[in-house]
């Protein structure tokens, strides 16, 4: 049961072959089996779940069924849930328990699916690896034995669709966390555009770039779990006039005679990639070609400066946002000998290492004497990025790049912040300018690991990513089926 995907669980669901509680028995004894090693989740709701479950089970039963009745989900820990701990991956928040519901989170309780838990990522989603967490990192199912990285920082929810410990997952993206993540693990990622899902009772990292979306196995999928998240909400006033309808399947986009122009980025061609992604990468171009896509080159002339410009505006955000976590009101608190002895004890205590230097460099360009020179500067980089985006979709109507360089690196790389960073290089310049990018299985690599290719587009254009997306999903035929990666 495990390897059925959500279009195929629903159907059983629907004809009532299996019930939502089978279902979800069948995710909670996986769990049970494997979750401590893959350590994919913080908190596990197994109680909840069945309650879920039954719930399911009696509006299948009334025919009232919901979109996503009886879907059995992992929900980033990210997301305040009500009444269940919301930690953020932080010693900060590691018994915060909201008494209230995310917006997100709301909207899947609204479509039916059933919660598994609260799965691991980077500590307030700052990090790639999900090393940054104060409760470990998850493992990619991968090659298990190897503890590679399930990526980050929506690398608890990677590491469980992957592994058959949940059937698909929410994930943020503030400069690649459900792409990276998703690309390293044979998922697949959407981070949709900006304001189309909303913010409201997600744990803030940097809310201009804050973007949450579906990650899942198959286009289909995520397009299932994107329609229920997305849609406006009066609660977060970036949140768009726009919603997400399905229409899954997905319909095809080429074929038949249709045309389509796909634009390649230029100022990529000279970034250094693993051979296998070269030629996955050039496999997937001639595959569309195939169908009669046409491709051209466009160019993005300071995409090369995004990484420099994210790792400014992002941090001044985060230093903002996580002002609030004082010992005050919620969270830890270390009583000092006074006020501001309570406040450094209490941050110095709760946050760490990545956080602080994050909250560093963010008060740093935001004082008086650097904001000009770096903070105005990166918004002004981050404004042409957005606007040369703009222009190339005037060339084209959608664009192709690598999600990552590589495969998934072992979790005990020792690599140094900026080289941690520098991983971010294909993914950070979408968030820059909010547009939808969707991270999809390109093919496997000599070594047998997964690699993806990201399909990007215009604003509100999120169908249209999605649609060529599966496309490239149905080229590359990589078989993510939970049991056949762990082996068991
Ligand atoms: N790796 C990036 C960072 O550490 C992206 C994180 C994210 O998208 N949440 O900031």
Redesign the pocket.
């Given at each position: 049961m495990i390897d059925l995907t959500i279009t195929e669980a629903l159907e059983k669901l629907k004809s009532r072959e299996i019930s939502a509680t089978e279902l979800t028995h069948a995710y909670l004894d996986r769990i049970e089996k494997y979750g401590a090693d893959l350590n994919c989740y913080i908190t596990t709701t197994p109680e909840r779940a069945l309650s879920d479950a039954t719930a399911s089970d009696a509006r299948y039963a009334a025919g009232t069924a919901l979109p996503l009745d009886g879907i059995p989900i992992a929900m980033k820990d990210l997301f305040a849930t009500r009444n269940i701990r919301t930690t953020a991956a932080s010693h900060m928040l590691e018994n915060f328990v909201p008494q209230y519901e995310s917006t997100v989170s709301q909207k899947f309780i609204d479509a039916g699916t059933v919660l598994l838990g609260k799965s691991n990522l980077?500590e307030f989603?700052?990090?790639?690896f999900s090393k940054t967490s104060y409760f470990g990192a998850p493992v990619n199912p991968w090659h298990i034995e190897q503890k590679l990285t399930a990526g980050?920082?929506s690398g608890g929810t990677t590491s469980a669709v992957a592994s058959g410990l949940a059937i698909g997952g929410t994930g943020?993206?503030?400069?690649?966390?459900?792409r990276?993540p998703s690309a390293i693990t044979g998922l697949v990622g959407m981070k949709p555009t900006y304001g189309l899902c909303s913010r409201w009772g997600c744990v803030a990292?940097a809310s201009s770039l804050?973007t949450p979306g579906p990650i899942a196995r198959t286009v289909d999928d995520a397009a299932l779990l994107l329609a229920a998240m997305a849609g406006h909400d009066s609660k977060d006033s970036t949140s768009a006039d726009a919603g997400f309808n399905a229409h899954t399947p997905i319909l095809p986009i080429l074929g038949d005679g249709k045309k389509l122009r796909i634009g390649i980025i230029k100022e990529f061609a000279n970034v250094e990639i693993s051979p296998d992604m070269k030629h996955l990468f050039e496999s997937r171009i001639s595959d569309l070609k195939s169908l009669g896509a046409e491709f051209i080159d466009i160019s993005i002339p300071n995409i090369l400066d995004a990484l420099a410009a994210?790792?400014i505006i992002?941090p001044a955000e985060a230093s903002s946002n996580l002002a609030r976590y004082d010992g005050m009101r919620y969270g830890l608190r270390v009583d000092g000998t006074d006020l501001i002895d309570t406040y450094k004890k209490t941050r110095a205590a709760g946050f760490g290492t990545e956080v602080q230097r994050r909250m560093i460099i963010g008060t740093a360009v935001l004082s008086s004497e650097s904001y000009e020179v770096y903070f105005m500067q990166a918004a002004r980089v981050r404004r042409m990025i957005a606007d040369s985006f703009n222009a190339a979709f005037e060339q084209c109507d959608l664009i192709l790049c690598p999600a990552s360089a590589g495969t998934a690196l072992p979790l005990d790389s020792d690599l140094s912040p900026l080289e941690?960073?520098a991983?971010?290089l294909f993914?950070?310049a979408m968030?820059l300018a909010g547009i939808p990018a969707c991270s999809v299985p390109a093919g496997l690599a000599q070594n047998g690991l997964p690699l993806g290719i990201q399909v990007v587009g215009r604003r509100f254009d999120d169908m249209r990513v999605m649609q060529l997306a599966k496309h490239i999903e149905q080229f590359a035929g990589v078989d993510n089926r939970p049991t056949k990666i762990m082996g068991k």
């Open positions: 980077d989603a700052m990090g790639t980050g920082s943020t993206d503030t400069g690649g966390s459900i990276f990292f804050d994210y790792y992002a941690y960073y991983l971010d993914t950070v968030n």
